[in-house]
Antibody
Framework: QVQLQESGPGLVKPSETLALTCTVS????????WSWIRQPPGKGLEWIGH???????NVSPSLESRVTISVDTSKNQLSLKLNSLTAADTAVYYC?????????WGQGILVTVSS | DIVMTQSPDSLAVSLGERATINCTSS????????????LAWYQHKPGQPPKLLIY???TRQSGVPDRFSGSGSGTEFTLTISSLQAEDVAVYYC?????????FGQGTRVEIK
């Protein structure tokens, strides 16, 4: 049973860059797609983007200018970087396996953007 | 972008009764090449990640109780809980994976009456 675990800072300052890691255990990064999804407090789910194990990515146009998604197959990890943070980026960030439907999710990490 | 609109925003159903959630997509989520609807349903409880219930509009994920079913065609889809249990209290989301950006409905909160 694959398990995913997000890690990173819980509090970041406005204008800074958020860096999150998703560690995959119980299975390999390849040959799958991996996605990042977030949920602002009290709001719905928002797809951020996905990456194929080979490194090809597809990112939401609304975040494209600020987002970088990468994968490290040697560490069985994927990463999310989001720059120029504002309060609107405060959310629970999830990683999930898949590029279509998402059957496996991490527990999520709450990231608060505040000075 | 494909806009997913759910109705109602919330509903309260008595234990053992049927709950029905609707989802409308602004564009078709059908791929004619394989005749599959690229539509999924998730259950989301507080403090937990979303749980995949249904994919391809009507295929139940392994381990999901058979009181959950998905149906629909065209741009209209439905999630039905045939006999609501206390553990079904949650927010439910539809999700299209036909096109990028992937999009979700706004969610429907299901409560016990």
């Amino acid at each position: 049973q694959v398990q995913l675990q997000e890690s990173g800072p819980g509090l970041v300052k406005p204008s800074e860059t958020l860096a999150l890691t998703c560690t995959v255990s119980g299975g390999s990064i390849s040959p799958f797609y991996w996605s990042w999804i977030r949920q602002p407090p009290g709001k719905g789910l928002e797809w951020i983007g996905h990456i194929y194990y080979s490194g090809s990515t597809n990112v939401s146009p609304s975040l494209e200018s600020r987002v970088t998604i990468s994968v490290d197959t040697s560490k069985n990890q994927l990463s999310l970087k989001l720059n120029s943070l504002t309060a609107a980026d405060t959310a629970v960030y999830y990683c999930a396996r898949g590029g279509l439907q998402f059957a496996s999710w991490g527990q999520g990490i709450l990231v608060t953007v505040s000075s | 972008d494909i806009v997913m609109t759910q109705s109602p925003d919330s509903l309260a159903v008595s234990l053992g009764e049927r709950a029905t959630i609707n989802c409308t997509s602004s564009q078709s989520v059908l791929y004619s090449s394989n005749n599959k609807y690229y539509l999924a349903w998730y259950q989301h409880k507080p403090g937990q990640p979303p749980k995949l219930l249904i994919y391809w509009a009507s295929t139940r994920q392994s381990g999901v109780p058979d009181r959950f079913s998905g149906s629909g065609s065209g741009t209209e889809f439905t999630l039905t809980i045939s006999s609501l249990q206390a553990e079904d209290v949650a927010v439910y989301y539809c999700h299209q994976y036909h096109s990028t950006p992937r999009t979700f409905g706004q969610g429907t909160r299901v409560e016990i009456k």
